[in-house]
């Protein structure tokens, strides 16, 4: 079964920084693309990043990129979003997510929530 | 990077059909085979039900099914259950290994 179990997510100050964390288990996961999807509370899905199978390539939503930074380390099957500068508008449940095909997400972590607030 | 366009609600009595459309642009959506829809009960996360326009996972009933013409792809619920009361977003490729959501269809069984 593809489990995954995000952590680190809490409250932090306004400019303050959070690193999440997602454990993965259940399947290889060198052999996939991996992403972080953000829900602001009430409100729809959002695409934050994605990273590529061995973390050469990483790709990020332009209200993150130069903020967050997506990695991972394929030897602990572990998935990581360093979030920098966050402001309220990153106030989120951030969810952990195995892509399949381009685009597509076929299993989620239950998410974790990030509140930026002083 | 916009956001697809999803119509806020949608609504159906058990047993008929309902559609649910998502509008983007040539950029994502008339542009890719990669659209994919998503189911999400409150408190819950997302589950996959449509990918690669019109695929099902296993697991999904074929009661959905997916469409797309030109900029516009549709989510189609066959037969009304009581348990397909969600709320449902769709995704699309949008190059640049980038992809984007709809602002998602609060779709109610009446």
Redesign the interface.
Known sequence: EVLLVESGGGLVQPGGSLRLSCAASGFAFSDYWMSW?RQAPGK????VA?IKQDGS?T?Y??SVRGRFTISRDNAQSSLFLQMNSLGAEDTAVY?CARD????????????TLVTVSS | QSALTQPPSASGSPGQSVTISCTGTSSDVGGSDFVSWYQQHPGKAPKLMIYEVTKRPSGVPDRFSGSKSGNTASLTVSGLQAEDEADYYCSSYAGSKERVFGGGTKLTVL
């Open positions: 999807v729809g899905l959002e695409w994605n390539a790709f939503v332009d969810y399949s095909t381009a685009a597509t997400t076929s299993h989620w972590g239950q998410g």
